[in-house]
């Protein structure tokens, strides 16, 4: 049973994690901070946000099974690793270079959640 209030956050960076935290809640949901991949798949959360940088080796592998267990994916990674975010892309997350994540993410919960953007 999910939890559509909630948006679960893979997201270890405090100067990084502060902001979204605070998107989050703009958008009148509840952030909920994730240790790691597999507790982001347990969750209840059906909106996941992850840095790649978060998920190791291999984070379209961690992706694919986070979208396997029916979340949708969020995702962010430096702009210089192009390659890793079109293999997250792939696997099935909406991925986008860290700064542009950060100033789209309002439109980006909006369009996961099926609400409009205010």
């Keep these: 049973m999910g939890d559509a209030g909630q948006v679960g956050m893979l997201v270890p960076n405090l100067f990084l994690r502060v ?12 952030p909920l901070p994730l240790a790691d991949s597999g ?13 790649l940088e978060a998920l190791g080796g291999d984070p379209a592998a961690a992706v694919r099974v986070l979208a396997g267990a029916g979340k949708t994916v969020l995702a962010f990674g430096p702009h ?20 542009v994540f950060l100033e789209r ?14």
């Design 80 to 99: 210089v690793q192009g390659e890793m975010l079109a293999a997250v892309r792939a696997a099935g997350a909406v991925v986008l270079p860290r700064l």
């Design 19 to 30: 902001p979204i935290e605070t998107a989050v809640r703009a958008a009148g949901l509840r």
């Design 39 to 51: 507790q982001a798949s347990r969750s209840g959360c059906r909106v996941v946000v992850v840095d």
């Design 105 to 118: 993410l309002p439109e980006l919960l909006a369009a996961a959640l099926g609400r409009s953007a205010t």
